[in-house]
């Protein structure tokens, strides 16, 4: 799974020009946005491939083992111990899937492989975090999150073996399913964003539990 929504981390910590744990982030005052776009687009390339030295495992592409469902650019706000982000990109879904029963009105049966492209999506985290205590350090911790998201232009289906590989009845699922598809999104996509955000906080939180404030925040 390719997820472009992957270093928000780094548009809200400003890191010590000494650090020897994340020499990849360029050093910038907390409301200096040209300096903190450009030190996330550069530690981008970085961090989706992955730091073995902070156990984070590449981002970029995701792999998701399973997700369950019973349905068929870069902004930030941060005060205290609350941060918003919003998240906006395109990215492509693609895995396996198995399906019986009904998507939204109409009968669908099939396992295969699957992919969907999505379009200009915008993805809202909320994080509350908070602050451990070690020796003379102190660190970051995620105590929360939530998320919404949106898809504002638009998304595209795809799956394979459908009806067993009948063609007229996978032509018509597939038509209904692309001219029908922001209901059809709402209807199959909540497991798999909040799983994929959920992997994500999860790798970043790892930079947390390594590196200190002392060298998160630049005063």
């Given at each position: 799974?390719?997820?472009?929504?992957?270093?928000?981390?780094?548009?809200?910590?400003?890191?010590?020009?000494?650090?020897?744990?994340?020499?990849?982030?360029?050093?910038?005052?907390?409301?200096?946005?040209?300096?903190?776009?450009?030190?996330?687009?550069?530690?981008?390339?970085?961090?989706?491939?992955?730091?073995?030295?902070?156990?984070?495992?590449?981002?970029?592409?995701?792999?998701?083992?399973?997700?369950?469902?019973?349905?068929?650019?870069?902004?930030?706000?941060?005060?205290?111990?609350?941060?918003?982000?919003?998240l906006r990109g395109s990215l492509v879904m693609a895995g396996d899937y198995t399906m019986s029963g009904k998507l939204l009105v109409m009968a669908i049966e099939g396992d295969g492989k699957?992919?969907?492209?999505?379009?200009?999506?915008?993805?809202?985290?909320?994080?509350?975090?908070?602050?451990?205590?070690?020796?003379?350090?102190?660190?970051?911790?995620?105590?929360?999150?939530?998320?919404?998201?949106?898809?504002?232009?638009?998304?595209?289906?795809?799956?394979?073996?459908?009806?067993?590989?009948?063609?007229?009845?996978?032509?018509?699922?597939?038509?209904?399913?692309?001219?029908?598809?922001?209901?059809?999104?709402?209807?199959?996509?909540?497991?798999?964003?909040?799983?994929?955000?959920?992997?994500?906080?999860?790798?970043?939180?790892?930079?947390?539990?390594?590196?200190?404030?002392?060298?998160?925040?630049?005063?």
């Amino acid at each position: 799974m390719k997820v472009i929504f992957l270093l928000f981390v780094v548009a809200f910590v400003s890191v010590s020009a000494n650090s020897a744990l994340v020499p990849f982030i360029e050093p910038c005052g907390e409301n200096d946005e040209r300096c903190l776009v450009r030190s996330a687009q550069n530690a981008l390339p970085v961090m989706s491939g992955g730091v073995p030295s902070l156990g984070i495992n590449p981002l970029d592409p995701l792999h998701v083992d399973k997700v369950h469902t019973d349905n068929a650019g870069l902004t930030m706000d941060r005060s205290g111990k609350h941060m918003e982000l919003t998240l906006r990109g395109s990215l492509v879904m693609a895995g396996d899937y198995t399906m019986s029963g009904k998507l939204l009105v109409m009968a669908i049966e099939g396992d295969g492989k699957y992919r969907i492209r999505i379009r200009d999506m915008v993805t809202k985290v909320m994080i509350e975090f908070g602050e451990r205590r070690v020796g003379r350090d102190s660190y970051w911790t995620v105590d929360s999150w939530k998320h919404t998201f949106n898809v504002e232009t638009g998304a595209d289906f795809r799956f394979q073996n459908l009806f067993n590989g009948n063609k007229q009845l996978s032509d018509a699922i597939h038509e209904f399913a692309n001219s029908n598809w922001r209901e059809i999104f709402q209807e199959v996509a909540p497991p798999m964003v909040e799983k994929t955000v959920g992997m994500i906080v999860q790798e970043v939180t790892k930079l947390f539990d390594k590196v200190p404030i002392r060298e998160l925040v630049k005063h």
